[in-house]
Structure formats: C-alpha cells, structure tokens
T-cell receptor, first 111, second 114 residues
Framework: SQQGEEDPQALSIQEGENATMNCSYK?????LQWYRQNSGRGLVHLIL?????REKHSGRLRVTLDTSKKSSSLLITASRAADTASYFC???????????FGGGTRLMVKP | EPEVTQTPSHQVTQMGQEVILRCVPI?????FYWYRQILGQKVEFLVS????????KSEIFDDQFSVERPDGSNFTLKIRSTKLEDSAMYFC????????????FGQGTRLTVV
C-alpha cells in the first residue's frame, strides 16, 4: 500500500453512533493531520498530532498515533448527519514540509 | 476567520492553452503550496514556496508548471500548455510555519481541459 492509506474506504453509520477511521503510513513523520472534505469542496483541517504524541482530543474527535505501527486512527463520537464527508489523513514527513495524503474514507451518517 | 481564497472556482480551457490559477493566502502566512486532486483520486502535492523561491516540488511539477508571487498578496500557478490529464481540482494552501502546523486550504479551482 502507499503512504497514507485509510481504511475503510467507505463507512455508513446511523446518527449517534461512533465512526472510526484508520490510516497507515510508511516513512517517519513529523506529524500526522486529519482533514475533512465535503463533496466538491476544499479541505478543512481537523486535528494535528505530533510524532511524540500518542493521543489528542478536539471536541467529538479523538486521534491516536502509533509510530511503532506507523498508523493513526480518527474517532468521531456521537456522529451527526452533518459529519457526512470524506476524511483524509496526511503525513508531514521528515524530508520536508509537504503533506502526503491518503485515499480517504467516505463517511455517510444516516439521520 | 481568515481564509485562503482561490479564483476562479471553475475554469474550462482548450488543450494547449495556458491557464493561471490564482490564490490569496492568509495574510500572515509565509509558506504557500499547490496541490491537485484528480477526480476520484488522492490529493497530490505539487509545489511549496517560501521567500519567493520554490522549496520543494513533486515529480508532477514539470516544466509546464510555474508558480509566482507577483505582489504581496497573490500566489499563482501557471500551466503553460494544458493537457487533458491536467483536468483536476487544484488547491492552494498556506501555513504560518514550515513544520508542525496546520495547513489552511482554499476551496479549490476545478480545471477542465477539453
């Protein structure tokens, strides 16, 4: 798989349920970021976790990072229909300041 | 809230024509980027720009691409001779610092080459 692969590729849940998305990467990183994209729109930054951090929270979002497994997860708790979007992880590696994006998870939250 | 703005939102151009995509980054940001997303594919890094110079560029960013900061506010991406495979959403982004900081993305320009 390539740098920054998410799974699942698509996830459909009911409103109120939790949604968990996973991301794997290959090279050493400075940080890993999660972005949200509504259909046909721009990327909205959700959360950044540094390589020396293991867990971070922001509102209903919880991100974990396991550098030994080169993986991260994004948990959205108590999902809402408005959370329906694509979610991307993006790694900032040690070679520079660019972001390497994964393929994304398409989340659908049914009301 | 400050935001990155891009114009136009949608551009249709004939193959072989030159296009210029425009971006206004957040005013106190120093690092600027272009990414592209071909329909149904990953967001791909094209180029980063700092202090009026290209910092990094990907293999995609070949001689047909160029970037410029013509004045204190605009940041442009020029594609000299467009090809059908250049059709994509192009995103501009800016950051306050080079490392460990969130990137703010614009809404994108959808480029369609016919």
């Amino acid at each position: 798989s390539q740098q920054g692969e998410e799974d699942p590729q698509a996830l459909s849940i009911q409103e109120g349920e939790n949604a968990t998305m996973n991301c794997s990467y290959k090279t050493s990183i400075n940080n890993l970021q999660w972005y949200r994209q509504n259909s046909g729109r721009g990327l909205v930054h959700l959360i950044l976790i540094r390589s020396n951090e293991r867990e971070k929270h922001s509102g209903r979002l919880r991100v974990t990072l396991d550098t030994s497994k080169k993986s991260s997860s994004l948990l959205i708790t108590a999902s809402r229909a408005a959370d329906t979007a694509s979610y991307f992880c993006a790694s900032n590696n040690n070679a520079g300041n660019m972001l390497t994006f994964g393929g994304g998870t398409r989340l659908m939250v049914k009301p | 809230e400050p935001e990155v703005t891009q114009t136009p939102s949608h551009q249709v151009t004939q193959m072989g024509q030159e296009v210029i995509l425009r971006c206004v980054p957040i005013s106190n940001h120093l690092y600027f980027y272009w990414y592209r997303q071909i329909l149904g594919q990953k967001v791909e890094f094209l180029v980063s720009f700092y202090n009026n110079e290209i910092s990094e560029k990907s293999e995609i960013f070949d001689d047909q691409f160029s970037v410029e900061r013509p004045d204190g506010s605009n940041f442009t991406l020029k594609i000299r001779s467009t090809k059908l495979e250049d059709s994509a959403m192009y995103f501009c982004a800016s950051t306050e610092a080079a490392w460990n900081t969130e990137a703010f993305f614009g809404q994108g320009t959808r480029l369609t080459v016919v």
